[in-house]
């Protein structure tokens, strides 16, 4: 869903990667707060909407959607604002991140208020897209960092517009590395996407990680678009919201089927 996270995904890489979050009752600031509920009663804040998502467990995918999420986008003077509004099962707005873009989908600005993790934060893209200047807020704690990076950036939010502004290159055969965005480590990772096929009017492409180590914890990733309308139809892999198993969360590996709005993807 474009909803990419890899939480933790720091030395010893496979150790990380399955290590569990437990699920605490510490509290996002006020203002956090007050956006999300903001939010909840006024979506339409965020701007038009453009498609609906429901996200399933791979390893539970019967039964109702664990987590609801809407994509909504606004017009800015340099392209466009696209935020991901994730429900729970009772409607409350637990996570928001939204991604500031050019024209093309490179991105410029992202931002996330995640009320799972108690965490909020963000990350500035130079406009050569080449360096990015981290702010986190994590548990009342403030941490900064730097990164400069060669490879065009992704995150959530930017990512199928970054396949839809590549689709012919894609199409035609080119593996795209790109750097993704996981705001809580305060860096990038790497990540090689190619188109895998096109079948039943339906386009699929990968994001495998370029790491070996980081391979061997994390399947691809899978995005599957309309090939006519290039709008969303699924995604398959790791997701930000986080599974709440047994007072504990956990990392989400999901499957996410949507419902568009729009007719074209913005």
Known sequence: MAFVNFRGVVCPVVAALLLHATASSAQLSQPALAQLESLRLSPESAGS????????????PSGPPLYRYERRVLPTPTGLTASHI????????????????????????????????????????????????????SKGTVSRASEDVSDPVV????????????????????????????LQDKTTYGFDLRFEKQAHGQASFTLTPSS????????????????????????????????????????????????????IYR
């Open 212 to 263: 070996f180590l980081i391979r061997l914890a994390l399947a691809p990733l899978r995005v599957v678009l309309d090939a006519d309308t290039r709008n969303a139809v699924r995604y398959e892999g790791r997701v930000p919201p986080m599974e709440n198993v047994s007072g504990k969360l956990k990392d989400l590996d999901a499957r996410v089927e949507y419902t568009p709005v729009s007719p």
């Open 49 to 60: 909407l453009v498609y609906r998502g429901d996200t399933f467990a791979q390893h539970a």
């Open 86 to 137: 994730t429900r729970d099962p009772t409607g409350r707005v637990i996570l928001v991140e939204a991604a500031v873009v050019s024209p093309h989908y490179a991105l410029q600005r992202f931002d996330v208020v995640n009320q799972q993790t108690d965490l909020t934060g963000s990350v500035v893209v130079s406009q050569a897209g080449h360096h990015l200047d981290y702010e986190l807020h």
């Open 155 to 182: 995150s959530g939010p930017s990512l199928f517009g970054f396949i839809v502004k590549n689709w012919d290159v894609l199409t035609a055969g080119a593996t795209l590395p790109v750097r993704m965005v996981v």
